[in-house]
């Protein structure tokens, strides 16, 4: 069974930054396609950012050039790193695999993430 284990999340003023960082027990982690997914209050999970396994990395238009997604295949940990934060930026940000679009079946407990204004 797949265990992802995110961490990093905070409360940050708008402008600031925060390191998330995702775990996960994925045997083939290496060759697994990640992604960060957020769920903002009141809405449905999104996703803001994907890294192949290659290193390629896509955005949501939002975040672009404020959030950037890296890997670390050694340690099985993908990390998401938001600079020039803004309130709506606020909510619970979680990582998975993606394939074909969509995520893996398993979902962890996430990292809260809240901006103030």
């Known amino acids: 069974q797949v265990q992802l284990v995110e961490s990093g999340g905070g409360l940050v003023q708008a402008g600031g930054s925060l390191r998330l960082s995702c775990t996960a027990s994925?045997?083939?982690?290496?060759?697994?396609?990640m992604a960060w997914y957020r769920q903002a209050p009141g809405k449905q999970r999104e996703l803001v950012a994907r890294?192949?396994?290659?290193?390629?990395?896509n955005y949501e238009d939002s975040v672009k050039g404020r959030f950037t997604i890296s890997r670390d295949n050694a340690k099985n940990t993908v990390y998401l790193q938001m600079n020039s934060l803004k309130p709506e930026d606020t909510g619970v940000y979680y990582c998975?695999?993606?394939?074909?679009?969509?995520?893996?079946?398993?979902w962890g407990q996430g990292t809260q993430v809240t901006v103030s204004s």
């Open positions: 994925i045997r083939i982690f290496s060759i697994s396609h």
């Open positions: 998975n695999t993606i394939f074909l679009g969509r995520p893996g079946g398993s």
């Open positions: 890294i192949t396994e290659g290193g390629r990395t």
